[in-house]
């Protein structure tokens, strides 16, 4: 058994990697902002217009209604849903699952519409996973990042004297 | 799950207070959001009842200091405390890398401080992470309150020990938090056990809140080290 959730880093070229993909995907779109969040709730990456809320805060909220909307899922009898839509009167939000430890949020107004983004949407969608999976796949075994913690003990009690 | 961003030179982690309804898990975070300084703060999210018992989570993100360049980043969660909302107490276990688990101290709620703490172990365990390995700590709560049962008694109930099977572990570890006490020992049984380490805490007047973040804290910290 693990001892518990597993810990996971991205190096400024998975940071490139994501970011021009989610820029090329909202400039196809037309689309405002997408937010990669994990399923902890962590904010991963913000690409496109800066959003006006605490993303943080966004984030956290992303995750939780992600994981009520899988237990709905299994519910009804659904493995997950992979996709979720909620439409505002100006602004609308879609949410999906990538390589099922991230999800990406897509924010966007009427400039453009549902349909749009998600036809565009598909593609980015794969992309990410790929590059989500041998993310995880390095985290899990070699050629992870040296890990910056290793021999900080004495640091770590510093900070808490 | 903690997340580690070379990008932003940030070190995430999740930390959940868990505990029976009414126990103070809501009073801890609230303590902490009004004594840290806003800039090392985010806002603290509530998702309530009308009549303030917490739905789903409270949340409150927490900058703790720098760490070789990178900062930490901690993510203080609630869960519902009554055991009618254990679906989502479960959610919001996903991912976490510390626990807190805050108990109420008066003698009447010690079944229900069981319960949570039974509970707490099933939960971990439906997601495969094991309690007794991971950054845990245990906070008496109100122990201002006339009623409160004496600390030997709480330990016993809640924190007796879990069995030590790798013999590298099997020595005396002194508790650094309270002196003569050990958190790794052998029983007179010859059996070696380990207890999580505890705090003694008034949430409402913050006595103990700060103790069981840092003490947390440095064990999630060190678990990545």
């Known amino acids: ?161 | 799950m903690s997340m580690i961003n070379y990008a932003s030179r940030e070190i995430n982690c999740k930390i959940v207070y868990y505990g029976p309804g009414l126990g103070g898990k809501t009073t801890n975070l609230e303590h902490v959001y009004g004594k840290v300084s806003p800039d090392t703060r985010g806002k603290l999210i509530s998702l309530a009842t009308e009549t303030e018992r917490t739905l789903f989570f409270d949340f409150l993100p927490v900058d703790l200091g720098t760490i070789r360049g990178f900062k930490t980043r901690f993510h203080l969660y609630t869960v519902p405390g009554q055991v009618y909302y254990n679906a989502s107490r479960k959610l919001i276990l996903k991912g976490v890398d510390g626990i807190v688990f805050v108990a109420d101290s008066q003698i009447e709620r010690m079944e229900a401080n069981q319960e949570a703490m039974q509970n707490l172990y099933d939960n971990m365990s439906e997601y495969g992470y094991d309690l007794t390995r991971m950054p845990f700590v245990i906070q008496y709560n109100k122990r201002d309150l006339p009623n409160a049962a004496p600390i030997r008694d709480l330990q016993a109930a809640l924190n007796p020990g879990w069995e030590v099977g790798d013999p590298s572990r099997m020595r005396n570890a002194p508790d650094p938090y309270h002196q003569g006490e050990q958190l790794v020992e052998q029983l007179t049984s010859g059996e070696w056990v380990e207890r999580a380490p505890y705090f003694d805490a008034v949430a409402v007047n913050g006595d103990g809140v700060f103790d069981t973040l840092k003490a947390v804290s440095k064990l999630v910290l060190k678990s990545l080290a």
């Open chain 1, 1 to 161: 058994m693990p001892v518990g959730a597993a810990s996971w880093s991205f190096t400024e070229d998975d940071f490139g990697a994501i970011t021009k993909s989610l820029e090329r995907f909202l400039f196809d779109s037309n689309a405002r902002c997408a937010l990669l969040v994990d399923r902890a709730g962590q904010l991963v990456a913000t690409v496109g217009e800066k959003p006006k809320f605490d993303p943080t805060a966004f984030a956290t909220l992303t995750a939780a209604d992600f994981s009520a909307n899988d237990q709905l899922a299994k519910l009804i009898g659904e493995n997950d849903f992979n996709s979720l839509f909620h439409q505002g009167e100006k602004e609308s939000m879609y949410l999906a699952d990538i390589a099922r430890r991230v999800i990406l949020v897509v924010l966007f107004d009427n400039r453009t519409t549902l349909g749009l983004v998600r036809l565009k949407m598909k593609q980015t969608v794969d992309e990410l996973s790929k590059l989500f999976e041998a993310v995880f796949k390095r985290a899990a075994g070699a050629g992870a990042p040296p890990n910056i913690l290793a021999g900080a003990d004495d640091e770590i009690d510093k900070l808490f004297q």
